[in-house]
């Protein structure tokens, strides 16, 4: 899983950004806002199954086929409800026809994701590498088939129809690999009973991705409202860039987090002294990355991308320091988990979308695509520093990111 994803990382790094070039900031925008356009109804074709089903196949083996079957059926409705939306919208709003055409080769292609619960079953039976051997490959072939289009002057809606390969290839690897292990997609079945059981337990999973998606999506969405699709190629560009670190926080988040929940066992003080040192650490990284990136935006932009690309070098150099509340809010996560306060999560989540839409408001009529920036920073500033200062149970937490920000454990350890 880590090879793919690094793999993944590489491949947006350099092929990502020669597609940019090649693209530059119309079709790109184009899109970067059709994706945006159909991940805020995202929600409604997971149903927050994906992040509930492996956990389910664990504690229920017994009942695989049925868990599959239902888990299918609820996300092929899902996808149905999406594409249904999208089809209203296309008819109320004023896109011009390739852009429609896009957004609704994009919402067709989530019917097919409906079989990423054989991912959910693999990871459930600790055999994910089946399945990451197959992304693996597609993800060569994905980035061979953007070079040819490149090559070939290929227009936009090519690469749109690579990226809907891309993923119908991933399914179908699933397929082949989940038959070669003697199983077999016949067996699934559907249960009403079952079906109400894993909505009773995923609709908070479908909240906070409805409350992501708005959060993540609305920006490119409000600047193509305000603006053009020329001036959200410029934003998506930075955003790519700023995004391509995000990674990191993960990865740091998954190698170290089980030591931490080992020290609850252990005693309270050092549970929380190794949660403050895994705070501290985000954000020394956050910072390294932010500062140099803030000084070097408009060279790095200029030496990877065209000309045309004049506004997204100031972008970025607000946009990568919404990276330090990331990766906070990385380690924050971990932090609700452990404590089960997923509900609270919900809460302020909920604060930082209303914030975001409401600074996009304010701040892109004003500012342009560096308001879109700004109000990304400051509503992740919210949404993981502030917010959680509302509520008693998540208080600590404000107080151990303080302590970090002001890295007052480092100055005390320098002097």
Request: charged letters at 15%.
């Amino acid at each position: 899983m880590m090879s793919d994803k690094v793999l993944r990382i590489f491949a947006a790094l350099t092929i990502g950004i020669w597609v940019t070039r090649y693209l530059g900031p119309n079709d790109l925008g184009v899109l970067s806002y059709a994706q945006s356009f159909v991940g805020l109804f995202a929600a409604f074709s997971t149903l927050g199954l994906d992040r509930l089903l492996a956990r389910e196949l664990v504690n229920r083996p017994d009942e695989k086929y049925l868990l599959l079957g239902t888990s299918f059926i609820l996300q092929t409705i899902g996808s149905t409800i999406l594409v249904s939306f999208l089809l209203v919208s296309i008819f109320i709003n004023d896109n011009d026809e390739l852009t429609n055409k896009v957004i609704i080769i994009m919402g067709l292609v989530t019917f097919v994701n409906s079989f990423n619960v054989i991912a959910a079953y693999f990871q459930s039976i600790v055999k994910t590498k089946h399945v990451v051997v197959t992304s693996i490959v597609g993800l060569v072939l994905f980035s061979l088939i953007r070079i040819v289009l490149i090559l070939i002057e290929a227009p936009l809606i090519y690469f749109v129809y690579a990226i809907a390969f891309d993923t119908v290839f991933l399914i179908l690897g699933a397929i082949y690999v989940y038959f070669y292990n003697k199983q077999s997609i016949f067996k699934w079945k559907f249960s009403m009973v079952m079906a109400k059981s894993l909505l009773n337990d995923s609709w908070p999973l479908i909240l906070n991705t409805i409350f992501i998606s708005v959060y993540v999506r609305m920006d490119q969405i409000m600047i193509e409202s305000f603006m053009d699709s020329f001036s959200v190629g410029q934003y998506a560009a930075a955003v790519n860039l700023s995004q391509a670190w995000y990674f990191v926080p993960g990865i740091i988040g998954a190698s170290l987090f089980p030591a931490i929940v080992n020290a609850k066992k252990i005693s309270k003080s050092l549970y929380y002294d190794r949660l403050q040192r895994l705070y501290d650490l985000m954000v020394i990284l956050a910072v390294s990355i932010a500062i140099p990136m803030t000084f070097l935006s408009d060279w790095l932009v200029e030496l990877l991308l065209k000309d045309e690309f004049n506004l997204t070098g100031g972008v970025l150099s607000i946009h990568i320091w919404a990276g330090v509340f990331v990766f906070l809010g990385v380690s924050v996560s971990k932090w609700i988990l452990t404590e089960n306060l997923q509900r609270v999560s919900s809460f302020t989540l909920f604060i930082g979308m209303v914030a975001n839409i409401i600074l996009n408001f304010i701040l892109i009529p004003k500012y342009g695509i560096k308001g879109a920036a700004w109000a990304t920073l400051i509503s992740q500033s919210i949404s993981v520093l502030f917010a959680p200062l509302l509520f008693k149970k998540t208080r600590p937490s404000f107080f151990m990111m303080i302590k970090a920000l002001s890295f007052s454990s480092v100055f005390k350890k320098i002097f």
